[in-house]
């Protein structure tokens, strides 16, 4: 078996089998107010994680010894993979971490200039989107997929080491996988059901138990809005406030109109005597001009735009 | 002690001669698994997890939830604000329906790439993607529930888009809206979909997926001979039921961590007026929404293309697979049309969704 594929039997069921109990932690702290991917939660939850993960490793490794091997598992085999792999994760971890930021990085600043070619320039917004997300990601992913094979590799190099120190077992496989079993389950059926069924009674227990007295009953997100008190609606003083608007408005429609009608009269005085001098340029403006409409419907015009907008205000 | 049965055995004795217990748990547990168990066959039995636990969830908020315009929205509010952890309660159900969308895609393309759609497990296929089509049903029903502006928009946006389904189209929007513009008939007809129709058509369905799986067996791996598969075969107990076991506390309390983290919050109370608001579907079908988007498919025609035509033609081919591809061959490796394609579609998914995300910082 290559290194990659020992790393991925490992590694992989391993990260699988972690999984649900780091959860449990990460809820339990979350029901204790403390968030697992902030300052003291984060510390208290990789604590928490060491033991699961050597217990994980441990679970996952003798499987594959077993197994895929057909190897006796050595002793402290999960605290010996535990250990040689958080050493290669310090190393790896940052320096994998700079590599895919600097290639996303440079790969966005390339595909930005691609863009800007001419060409390229009208494409719609729909369109640009997609383009420009796939043009960044493809180097970006290829690049991952590479540290992810080279960490595989380098820790099923670690894991190839430990198989130097099993000795070989010649036993059938289902006498292996019987052992496997009897290593992490118990035989008895129903005490393995009863024993999950306690775990998590516990667990629920010990969830509820925190969370009344921590969270913030309802969750801090929902915010009640502050109630608006609406002063109660008194008929006779509406309909005489309206019929005042009412009235100030007549007035005002009024004095328009008169103004308007003013304005017409001045104006074909004004037409009458320079209507030699401008036969044909004046007519086409004054049929455009609204000044030249009938008075009436001006008014009616400017009662009909502000309509709209006046119910829309008492909304 | 002296031999004699206790009164809980004295129970179960009596159970198991009149319903046959101790046969059921024979035949449930210690089903043949061949080649071993797997990680890769747990997610079944995590989508019939969360199911329950959607139908717990839900079930508990049918206790305060008033199906009517009027009231929808408010008996969501009073869910959230004065029913104890009625918050966690909402968001676990809205976070469990986006877990069962993430596990059928992952349960589809697990028996997409393994070959396990093949003879003779054609009818468990067939029934599956009706399952899958249930799902997605649920999720859109859903979505209107709390009366929202995101709940009425992301449903006007979906009617609309069925709508121009030709000849039946007319009728499903007609149906569906139950008037012109979404009301209290549509609501009630979403919520009865939901709580009635779509839950006793996925028990049914699924019943029906389980006993065709069991009489059909399990697939096994792709890889390897019969000889080396009959030599690894295990039962179902306790390999595989402790590996479901820890996928569904995983995806339990995955959910649980999501409520917590993102509760569900709910924007103004829905009117047909979108204002400021810019209308859009549920993630899992914002590919589609900005496949929509693209200027190829600009005007009526090419919306019914993107929106009806490819999903539905997609759906067709995906029910046609085990009647097309006859080759017994399962392993995805020796089977490049298939692996390729695979990709394009998750990718394709991918991308429009990303995208879909980013274009809408844009609106913004």
Known sequence: ?315 | MNGQPNVLEKIIAFVDERVGLKTLQAKMLNEPVPGGSRWAYVFGSVLLFIFIMQAVTGILLMFYYVPSADHAYASTQYIIHEVDYGWFLLSYHFWGSSAMVVMVFAHMSQVFLWGAYKKPREMIWLVGLALFGLVMAFGFTGYLLPWDQRAYWATTVGVEIMDKTPIVGDFIARFLKGGPTPGQMTLSRFFVIHVMILPAALMGLAGLHLFFFRKAGPAGPFRGSSEELKAKTDYFFPRQVWKDMVAMAAVFLTICSLAFIEPVVLLEEATPDPGDYHPEPEWYFLFLFQMLRLKIFAGEFGQFLAGVAIPNAFLLLLAALPFIDRNPERNIFKRPIALVGWLIVMIGILVFTMSAIINREFLD
């Open chain 1, 1 to 315: 078996m290559s290194s990659v594929k020992l790393g991925l039997a490992v590694a992989w069921p391993a990260f699988w089998t972690a999984v649900p109990a780091k959860i449990v932690f990460a809820l339990l702290l979350l029901a204790a107010g403390l968030h697992p991917w902030e300052e003291a939660g984060l510390v208290l939850l990789l604590l928490l994680s060491i033991p699961v993960d050597i217990w994980a490793l441990s679970v996952s490794a003798r499987t594959v010894f077993l197994e895929r091997l057909r190897l006796q598992p050595p002793d402290q085999l999960g605290l010996t993979l535990w250990w040689q792999g958080a050493l290669l994760n310090l190393v790896y971890l940052p320096l994998g971490y700079v590599i895919e930021s600097s290639t996303k990085a440079g790969a966005k600043a390339v595909v930005e200039k691609i863009l800007e070619i001419e060409l390229l320039k009208g494409l719609p917004v729909a369109e640009r989107i997609s383009v420009e997300l796939v043009l960044w990601s493809v180097p970006s992913a290829v690049m991952l997929l590479l540290l992810v094979l080279g960490w595989l590799f380098l820790f099923g190099w670690i894991v190839r080491r430990q198989t130097a120190a099993a000795r070989a077992s010649d036993e059938s496989y289902q006498a292996l996988v019987k052992q496997w079993d009897l290593m992490r389950v118990p035989a008895d059926q129903p005490l393995l059901l009863a024993v999950f069924a306690a775990s998590g009674v516990g667990l629920v227990l010990l969830f509820w138990a925190f969370m009344p007295v921590t969270t913030p009953h309802p969750h801090e997100l929902y915010q009640k809005e502050a109630v608006k008190v609406v002063p109660p609606v008194k008929p006779a003083e509406v309909l005489q406030k309206t019929e005042k608007l009412i009235a100030q408005a007549e007035v005002a429609v009024q004095a328009l109109e008169e103004k308007a009608q003013e304005e017409a009269k001045a104006q074909a005085k004004g037409k009458g005597k320079g209507q030699g001098q401008a036969k044909d340029k004046g007519t086409g403006k004054e049929a455009a001009s609204p000044k030249a409409q009938p008075a009436g419907s001006d008014a009616k015009a400017v009662k009909a735009e502000k309509a709209p907008a006046a119910t829309g205000q008492t909304k």
